[in-house]
């Protein structure tokens, strides 16, 4: 009954974390680009350097020696930098905007990418011994970006009128942030159901519809949901080990 009951709380804590997430997205995506950056460059500084320490040996014949340790510590730096800030630009892109229903329908979609891959984490690290920050870091960010991306396929794409009016009429010389990455989002939108209408040619239309989200750039936003994915599959992995 008490294994139980600590499954039941070890759960909701893992929604709430979740939901928590998704809102402080929906609600403030300033700080929520900068929180994913930080967190993505202090989760790589560490989780890369451990990766490249096993990966060099793999590629090169020898010992260590001073070269190996420089070659991976420059290579650390550069691949933690780069991903923080496409993981922050991600981020930033991702929950603004100015329509508000598309960004609670996109908080919403990304709360349940980013709980999907923190079930699949702590069910892995149950069932096979996986290390839930290390999994959830290297390995979820496609799947992720595919679940993210296939789920957003179905919003409604402007046609090119409304597009031509809003780029025209709508769209100030100097956007804010907000109305430029609502302009982005929709600019995707009709992009990728260009190649939908493209892939038609060749596949029946939801199969081509499915494929077009495939390759779409939303699926880089798997990557943001990889990393809270992560940390909440381990954090929820630490505290069933000490609980039961």
Sequence with gaps: MLAILTNGLIMLAEIAATVA???LGYHYPMYFAAITAALTLALGARLEYARLTHELPFYFEGGGGRWRMAAT???TAGETVL???LAGIAALVTFSGTDQGRLFVVAVVFGV???VGAALVRRLAISFGARPLRWGYFRLAVPLGLL???ALAFL???SFTDLGRQLI???PQRPSLGQASELLFVLKQKFDEMVAAMLAWLLPADWARIVGALV???VLTGFVASVYAAVIASAVNAAETRML
């Design 156 to 158: 409604p794409a402007p």
């Design 216 to 218: 779409s750039v939303n």
């Design 83 to 85: 991903k923080a800030a």
């Design 113 to 115: 990418a980013v709980y």
């Design 21 to 23: 997430v998704a809102a």
């Design 148 to 150: 993210f991306s296939l």
């Design 73 to 75: 510590l420059a290579m």
């Design 169 to 171: 009429f709508d769209l």
